[in-house]
T-cell receptor
Framework: SQTIHQWPATLVQPVGSPLSLECTVEGTSNPNLYWYRQAAGRGLQLLFYSVGIGQISSEVPQNLSASRPQDRQFILSSKKLLLSDSGFYLC????????????FGNGTRLTVT | RKEVEQDPGPFNVPEGATVAFNCTYSNSASQSFFWYRQDCRKEPKLLMSVYSSGNEDGRFTAQLNRASQYISLLIRDSKLSDSATYLCVVPNAGKSTFGDGTTLTVKP
């Protein structure tokens, strides 16, 4: 069966510090991968999605970036965090076949202080 | 107009009640739809998929009206454990757009 791992679960970082969140998927190949952010009390905002290694689409201009160095690995990064980067970051995968549902990792709760 | 719009809620209902949420979407080409459940401070989890006119799973029924471009989620015999936020999701071209969610609180 397919599983998705996301870490860390919680993170507190000072403004201006770098960020690296990692997500890996097991049990499937060539998945579509996604990064979403959810601000407190708000809906999910799509940040990045990837349909293959090295292929990244950005949905919202910001100081975040994403990379997909391996088929089942998706990394979210920032060189300098802003207070507004605080939120709940969710990695997800889908099979990429037709209109298939997303499956989420447990999420990372990021607080920028 | 947002791509996906949901009843903002919150819905506060007693145990045993029947409650329905609506979700409208703007892309008439959308072929499938999903309802997710999100508990407080947790990740969303897939509740139901809707590929044709509707789907039923126990106390939960999802219906699709393509002409009016909306889907609904009906919960019968509400349980305390149904308290959560329900998210409507519309996939399109490899991406999925989420509604802002409808919060349900079931009270004893």
């Amino acid at each position: 069966s397919q599983t998705i791992h996301q870490w860390p679960a919680t993170l507190v970082q000072p403004v201006g510090s770098p960020l690296s969140l990692e997500c890996t998927v097991e049990g499937t190949s060539n998945p579509n991968l996604y990064w979403y952010r959810q601000a407190a009390g708000r809906g999910l905002q799509l940040l990045f999605y990837s349909v293959g290694i090295g292929q990244i689409s950005s949905e919202v201009p910001q100081n975040l970036s994403a990379s997909r160095p391996q088929d089942r690995q998706f990394i979210l990064s920032s060189k300098k965090l802003l207070l507004s980067d605080s939120g709940f970051y969710l990695c997800a995968w889908s099979s990429g076949q037709g209109y298939s549902p997303l499956h989420f990792g447990n999420g990372t709760r990021l607080t920028v202080t | 107009r947002k791509e996906v719009e949901q009843d903002p809620g919150p819905f506060n209902v007693p145990e045993g009640a029947t409650v329905a949420f609506n979700c409208t979407y703007s892309n008439s080409a959308s072929q499938s739809f999903f309802w997710y459940r999100q508990d407080c401070r947790k990740e969303p989890k897939l509740l139901m998929s809707v590929y044709s006119s509707g789907n039923e799973d126990g106390r939960f029924t999802a219906q699709l009206n393509r002409a009016s471009q909306y889907i609904s989620l009906l919960i019968r015999d509400s349980k305390l454990s149904d308290s959560a936020t329900y998210l409507c999701v519309v996939p399109n071209a490899g991406k999925s757009t989420f509604g802002d969610g409808t919060t349900l609180t079931v009270k004893p």
